[in-house]
């Protein structure tokens, strides 16, 4: 093998993008680190060529020149000290998968964080910027991460006036509105909601049209709170909520494990799925396709989310985004299975039956 053709499959650098583009070593440089005063077209012309090669800076040479670490942290926060392990949810496992992905194309790593208000914890890690999911209103892990300066952005549109670069989100409220009314043209006259406890913008919005939906249409909230992170909580609510006198003949859940929390609680009570109760729960999990029956859930576009709020981390660490905090919504998607499949309407709801006996 010729040393020109070992060259060629080994790692591009930025003297090779230099001359396949047609440019000086400083332009490359420059295009690539949003720095200098270039036409845009040929800051374009050499993300490409880069992009082209499989270009990727080092990050020694970018510590070296820059004094930035390349790390980037992702952390949910909502929860507090409480032993919230957020991967082992489907929602957070491909938001992560994304983020990561989309930080190491350009030249960043992701670290989990914990779920801790301690920024001490914070201080012994060196990031650039951090995403953090679901913040609560005025939660102290993003003020005090902004106070020493570390950029942060929100996946979820952060409540009250956190001070951050920037948020990617849902419209929750055109999300929820919309599935309450997929489950009110299926039949059901009365639709109850299993909600959670917590202050975070994902819970209050979903909430909020809930209750402004049942004000619409005339009729009195049925839901129970828990705390999100408690499983044991859900499933206890879940069965509050189909032992009301005014039992629901439909339930959204907006967490991953409501789905199947329903579907045992509906069982205990000797309900029919759906010809006696309806069903939707928000959940990225492939499982639901496979219950029985299969229940419809409401994708919230995860790894579109991880994606768009590293990108817009790393802008701003860059130096990219102008000084403006950037919005982005994601449009969700409602997966129709049988658990809410259009029955006849229905104008009366049996009273709750006791917990079926063996």
């Known amino acids: ?4 053709t070992g060259r060629r499959l080994g790692r591009a650098g930025i003297r090779d993008v230099a001359a396949a583009a047609g440019v000086s070593i400083t332009t490359v440089s420059d295009a690539l680190n949003g720095k200098g005063r270039l036409p845009d077209a040929t800051r374009s012309h050499v993300r490409e060529v ?11 040479a970018r510590t070296l020149r820059t004094g930035k670490s390349g790390l980037l942290g992702l952390t949910v926060t909502t929860y507090g000290d409480e032993p919230f392990t957020f991967t082992e949810f489907a929602y957070f496992a491909e938001m992560a998968r994304a983020a990561t992905s989309a930080a190491l194309a350009r030249g960043y790593a992701l670290v989990i964080l914990p779920a801790t208000s301690r920024h001490d914890v914070w201080s012994n890690v060196a990031l650039d910027g951090t995403v953090v999911i679901d ?12 106070r020493h300066g570390i950029p942060v952005v929100s996946d979820g549109r952060p409540g009250g006036t956190l001070p951050v670069t920037g948020w990617v989100d849902n419209d929750h409220e055109a999300a929820v509105l919309g599935l309450l009314d997929h ?3 299926a039949g059901a006259r009365r639709i109850g909601l299993l909600t959670g406890t917590t202050t975070d913008t994902y819970t209050r919005l979903s909430t909020t049209a809930y209750l402004r939906w049942c004000e619409r249409v005339g009729q009195d909230p049925v839901y129970e709170s828990y705390p999100a992170h408690d499983p044991c909580a859900g499933a206890v609510a879940a069965d509050r909520l189909l032992a009301r006198p005014d039992r629901p003949d439909a339930v959204y859940g907006l967490f991953d494990p409501n789905g199947t929390d329903l579907l045992a609680a509906a069982r205990r009570y000797g309900l029919r799925v759906p010809e006696d109760l309806l069903l939707v729960c928000c959940s990225e999990s492939t499982v639901y396709a496979n219950t029985e029956p299969p229940i419809t859930t409401l994708s919230l576009k995860p790894r579109r989310i991880g994606t768009a709020v590293v990108q817009i981390l790393i802008d701003a660490i860059e130096g990219l985004d102008n000084g403006r905090p950037i919005e982005q919504v994601i449009p969700t998607d409602l997966i129709v299975r049988t658990s809410s499949q259009r029955r006849s ?7 709750p039956r006791g917990p079926a006996r063996d």
Do not use: I, Q
Request: hydrophobic share 35%; net charge negative.
């Open 1 to 4: 093998m010729s040393r020109s």
């Open 50 to 60: 880069a992009d082209r090669l499989g270009y990727r800076p080092s990050a020694a």
């Open 135 to 146: 913040p609560a209103d005025g939660d102290p892990v993003v003020t005090e991460l902004v």
């Open 183 to 185: 489950l009110a043209d």
């Open 345 to 351: 309407p229905r104008t009366t709801v049996s009273p």
